[in-house]
């Protein structure tokens, strides 16, 4: 009987225990909501990735800011997607035939976000041979020019494979 008297308080001990730490990240997490709209946008501009030249404009990543932003709770979904600013900057690759409209959604997607922001905006595409996604480019690139601050439409000729 002792030992499950023993047992017991052990199990209540741990009990509190976790109840403690839950207590606690409620706490913190709470800070975080307690946090100005204003200053929470200050942060995500800084959580953007660093682009020194226009050039170096890389494809959006889950990885980076501002798709990352959007996926850690609720609330700074709610922000990162009104931050206009935040979706100004798109570098657009494609390189396979297929691809392209897998990603129109997601190109779509941003530049909606970007509201009237102006935009800098590149385009690459490494295959000469595809015409489809050069159409949408420009289609893209003439919809959109108003808005546009920079922008690059590359295309390189792709070397056939020696056999």
């Known amino acids: 009987m002792d030992s499950i008297q023993n047992l017991r308080q052990q199990l209540v001990g741990e009990k509190e225990k976790i109840i403690k730490s839950i207590n606690l990240h409620k706490s913190l997490v709470s800070a975080l909501w307690r946090l100005p709209t204003e200053v929470l946008s200050h942060i995500f501009r800084h959580c953007l990735p660093e682009i020194?030249?226009?050039?170096?404009?890389?494809?959006?990543?889950?990885l980076e800011a501002p798709i990352l932003l959007t996926t850690v709770c609720r609330?700074?979904?709610?922000?990162?997607?009104t931050m206009h600013?935040?979706?100004?900057?798109?570098?657009?690759?494609?390189?396979?035939?297929?691809?392209?409209?897998?990603?129109?959604?997601?190109?779509?997607?941003?530049?909606?976000r970007s509201?009237?922001?102006?935009?800098?905006?590149?385009?690459?595409?490494?295959?000469?041979?595809?015409?489809?996604?050069r159409y949408y480019a420009f289609f893209i690139l003439t919809s959109i020019k108003y808005r546009l601050s920079a922008s690059i439409l590359t295309t390189t000729r792709t070397k056939p494979h020696p056999f």
């Open 52 to 62: 020194r030249e226009f050039n170096q404009l890389k494809k959006p990543s889950v």
């Open 75 to 81: 609330r700074w979904r709610e922000v990162a997607v």
């Open 85 to 112: 600013s935040l979706w100004c900057r798109l570098a657009v690759s494609v390189d396979h035939e297929g691809q392209w409209k897998r990603q129109i959604f997601c190109y779509k997607l941003w530049l909606k």
């Open 115 to 133: 509201r009237g922001c102006p935009l800098s905006l590149a385009f690459y595409s490494h295959n000469v041979h595809m015409t489809e996604p």
